[in-house]
């Protein structure tokens, strides 16, 4: 019965405009007594043949509609702006800035459009203080309370927000999905009848998950794939916080948003190159390589840590959190094929300064780097970077956008960029200066440790 229900719309006879509920006057045209009961299959038929099968190259993609954040870093994740009609699900674990990152985009959203700010967790009172805390308070801006979907709805209804925010998922009942909130069905329910309302509205809305550390809640999980982009907020050291994309139905999901949690809500990071970066008056220490990584638009320079100890009771573990721990274990048995290097009786843990998770393969050669160094105490040059993947058979492979890599290195007061052969020596010499850092050109791991540690090589192998 309430599928037939839901399949009717009031579309106004003189302009084609559609409305979920009968009106008395049309809001698009301002006739009166335009609007009559139409099957929603037809009224979309109509508009533009949703329901029926269409040439490909007859189909209108109308412009796209794109709402500035008011937030860079947000924009450069979503691919530049949020969608109209779009669902976003934002996740992270419980204090990590969610609601004050949505707070901050309602709030300096660039539309003239109503905003909606939904929450199941904290009272209208609690929200006012933080918005006037954090200069949120705006005209258009309009805040509910309630963790009823019905309700919510029948908000959604009575505002018609151009963007609204639901914090959070989890908090969300329907009568119809069973009475607790939180399960898998609820979310999966509430998610679905969020995306299909803003699907209808042309409006779009995000929807706040908590995910704790292990990020394996079934819940939210179980809506990733109703909605269209995912964006995950992640802690990095100390106020750092991480915003990226796993999913993006109308960008790239390799994009990296950077923010710092300060006294008057999260200030973006816009300069970020160096950020993760140790400066050091003297030279480094045994265990650190720094590698340029290509991070969604951007590429950034982040030393990576390394320290091995031997492992007790012949047991030996992995402590990588930033990286892989798979990845670290395979580079170590890499390093001890092909250069000797003993690693199979020791304790490894790798970090990332900043706390950056790493993801992209380029950082392979600069991660087998800081474990040499620091299984043999022999330190990497100061002025030295790595990028690279690594194969098992211990050959350096290409990593893409080296040029740029050597570029920001050299921005940094980085000489020299070891890494997969590129460029013919002509080529090179041909772009001078302009060219940044020198990339040394290396074709497998024994290779590069030669290029980095020179004549220490053998020092560390006598070890
Ligand atoms: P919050 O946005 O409530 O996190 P979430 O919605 O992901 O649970 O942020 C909570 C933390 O952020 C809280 O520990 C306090 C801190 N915080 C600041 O440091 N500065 C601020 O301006 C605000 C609003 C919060
Ligand atoms: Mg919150």
């Known amino acids: ?34 609007l009559r009961e139409t099957a929603l299959a037809q009224a979309r038929a109509e508009r533009g043949g949703e329901t029926f099968p269409l040439p490909i190259a007859s189909i209108e993609t109308g412009k796209e509609t794109r709402i500035p954040t008011g937030s860079a870093e947000m924009d450069r994740v979503l691919g530049g702006g949020i969608m109209r009609g779009s669902v976003v699900l934002l996740g992270g674990e419980p204090g990590i800035g969610k609601s004050t990152l949505l707070l901050q985009v309602l709030a300096r959203a660039a539309t003239k459009g109503r905003l909606l700010y939904i929450s199941g967790e904290e009272s209208p009172a609690q929200i006012k203080l933080r918005a006037e805390r954090l200069g949120c308070v705006r005209d258009g801006l309009e805040v509910f309370c309630s963790g009823d979907l019905g309700l919510v709805r029948a908000a959604l209804d009575a505002v018609r927000p151009t963007v609204a925010v639901v914090d959070s998922i989890q908090t969300l009942r329907a009568d119809e999905a069973g009475a607790v909130p939180g399960t898998a069905n609820q979310i999966k329910y509430c998610a679905m009848e969020l995306t299909s309302w803003a699907k209808e509205h042309d409006s779009a809305i995000i929807l706040v998950a908590h995910v704790t550390k292990e990020g394996i809640i079934a819940g939210p999980k179980a809506a990733e794939h109703l909605v269209d982009a995912v964006l995950g907020f992640e802690q990095g050291d100390g106020d750092m916080r991480v915003l990226r994309a796993s999913k993006n139905r109308f960008g790239s999901a390799e994009e990296v948003g950077l923010y710092r949690m300060g006294e008057t809500g999260l200030e973006e990071v816009s300069d970020a190159s160096g950020l993760f970066l140790v400066r050091r008056e003297d030279g480094m220490p045994a265990g650190a390589a720094v590698a340029p ?11 990576i840590q390394a320290l091995t100890v031997p492992a007790k009771a012949g047991l030996t573990r992995v402590y990588s959190e930033r990286i892989d721990a798979a990845r670290v274990s395979r580079i170590a048995a890499v390093l001890e094929k092909h250069t000797g290097a003993r690693f199979s009786d020791q304790d490894i843990y790798v970090n990332v300064a900043g706390g950056i998770r790493l993801t992209e393969p380029g950082v392979d050669l600069a991660l087998a780097c800081a474990l040499y160094s620091a299984r043999s105490g022999v330190a990497l040059p100061k002025d030295v970077v790595l990028a690279g993947e690594l194969s098992l058979a211990g050959e350096v492979r290409p990593v893409r956008q080296m040029r740029r890599r050597a570029k920001a290195a050299a921005a940094l007061g980085f000489s020299t960029l070891v890494g997969p052969p590129g460029e013919t020596e002509a080529r090179r010499s041909d772009r001078g200066s ?10 497998t791991i024994k290779e590069a440790l030669k290029a980095v540690f020179g004549a220490r090589v053998h020092e560390a192998e006598k070890d």
């Not at 009031?10 to 045209?29: A, I, Q, T």
């Open 293 to 303: 990584v290509h991070e969604g638009s951007r590429i950034l320079l982040v030393e």
């Open 434 to 443: 302009e060219a940044g850092a020198e990339w040394k050109g290396v074709r």
């Open 1 to 34: 019965m309430s599928a037939k229900k839901k399949a009717l719309v009031y579309r106004c006879s003189s302009c084609g405009h559609s409305e979920p509920k009968w009106l008395g006057r049309c809001p698009e045209c301002g006739q009166w007594n335009t």
